[in-house]
């Protein structure tokens, strides 16, 4: 079953969660999903994510 789930999944040496979170922040500001999910919300701080 290794073999199959590589085939279709891309594997990582390493999982860096701070960049990988650091990506989805800049595409949640540019898109302004936050915003669009909940419009009384206030945006998060990033010491609570």
Known sequence: ???IM???YQEYNQ???PQI???IRK???QHQIFEK???TATAPSPSSL
Request: aromatic share 6%; proline share 6%.
């Open 1 to 3: 079953m290794g073999s």
């Open 6 to 8: 590589s085939s279709k």
């Open 15 to 17: 999982l860096n969660l």
């Open 21 to 23: 979170e650091q990506e």
């Open 27 to 29: 595409e949640w500001e």
């Open 37 to 39: 999910a909940s419009p």
